[in-house]
């Protein structure tokens, strides 16, 4: 055999015998590493898990504290729901006795008559009444000279004069009354009332005017109780327009109740506030 046959060989069985050695030595280098890796990574990952799951549970577990609290919050909620049902029942309970025992008096009127805002000519015209219009009186004034009714023909009620009514009962069975009087904020109250006793029946009520246009004015209202025979009247005054700053009434002495009086100014769509007149009292009898 040629010696370069030989030395192929060799060289061809040297190669072969490397392939095989770097085949079997890589299989024995790649099997031991999955073991670590398998045995590593199972072990820690279930332990690191199970100890942070349990951990974490028992923390929302308080957060169900809370649901509670707000059990005892809708308690509260029906306790105010029951309070004001219980409020309008007193209410309710004393409605009929509120309900006046009077009933209204009929009437009619006999002649044209001037309804006024109060018992008196010097209040302002509010409503015309005529002939067998029919009325309710549902008041008086003290004397029984007018009355308060409620016309049939009108929406409102008002004052008229009781001779002028034929009236079916007795007047004096209606309650006295005294309404309130329509509002006017136009003008100012009078400044600077003042009176004073001219003599022992005389008293003088002055005040500064009160300017007022000419379609507007309808002067000054005074209501003063006044002593006549030994009696407090109610008498209603009055000046007819805005020049006219002072009257005189007729006060006496005699009566248990001190005299007075309260002055307004008077447009055509009402008073307004009143102002106190500072009442002069009666001047002490001189001792012989």
């Known amino acids: 055999m040629p010696r370069w046959l030989i030395a192929l060989l060799m060289i061809g069985l040297f190669l072969l015998g490397g392939v095989f050695g770097f085949l079997l030595g890589g299989d024995a280098l790649a099997a031991p590493e999955p073991t670590p890796t398998h045995t590593a990574i199972p072990s820690e990952t279930p332990t690191a898990t199970h100890t942070d799951t349990p951990t974490s549970t028992p923390t929302p577990t308080p957060s169900n504290t809370p649901t509670l609290t707000a059990t005892a919050t809708i308690t509260n909620t029906p306790t105010p729901i029951y309070t004001p049902s219980i409020t309008p029942t007193p209410s309710r309970t004393l409605t009929p006795s509120l309900t006046p025992t009077f009933a209204p008096i009929a009437a009619k009127v006999l002649v044209q008559s001037n309804c006024r805002y109060g018992p008196g000519a010097a209040y302002l015209y509010e409503w015309g009444l005529y002939p067998d219009v029919r009325v309710d009186i549902v008041g008086r004034n003290d004397l029984g000279t007018w009355a308060y009714v409620e016309p049939w023909t009108y929406f409102d009620r008002c004052w008229v004069k009781s001779e002028f009514l034929d009236i079916r009962?007795?007047?004096?069975?209606?309650?006295?009354?005294?309404?309130?009087?329509?509002?006017?904020?136009?003008?100012?109250?009078?400044?600077?009332?003042?009176?004073?006793?001219?003599?022992?029946?005389?008293?003088?009520?002055?005040?500064?005017?009160?300017?007022?246009?000419?379609?507007?004015?309808?002067?000054?209202?005074?209501?003063?109780?006044?002593?006549?025979?030994?009696?407090?009247?109610?008498?209603?005054?009055?000046?007819?327009?805005?020049?006219?700053?002072?009257?005189?009434?007729?006060?006496?002495?005699?009566?248990?109740?001190?005299?007075?009086?309260?002055?307004?100014?008077?447009?055509?769509?009402?008073?307004?506030?009143?102002?106190?007149i500072p009442w002069p009292a009666h001047d002490p009898t001189p001792t012989p």
């Open 169 to 276: 009962g007795d007047l004096r069975d209606a309650p006295p009354y005294y309404s309130r009087l329509p509002f006017g904020e136009l003008y100012n109250p009078p400044a600077n009332v003042r009176a004073s006793r001219v003599s022992e029946d005389e008293v003088t009520i002055a005040w500064d005017a009160v300017w007022m246009t000419t379609d507007d004015d309808r002067g000054y209202l005074i209501e003063a109780w006044l002593c006549r025979d030994g009696q407090l009247i109610f008498t209603p005054l009055r000046t007819t327009q805005w020049e006219e700053t002072t009257i005189i009434v007729q006060d006496e002495a005699g009566c248990l109740e001190p005299s007075g009086g309260r002055l307004y100014t008077a447009e055509k769509h009402g008073y307004t506030q009143w102002v106190l």
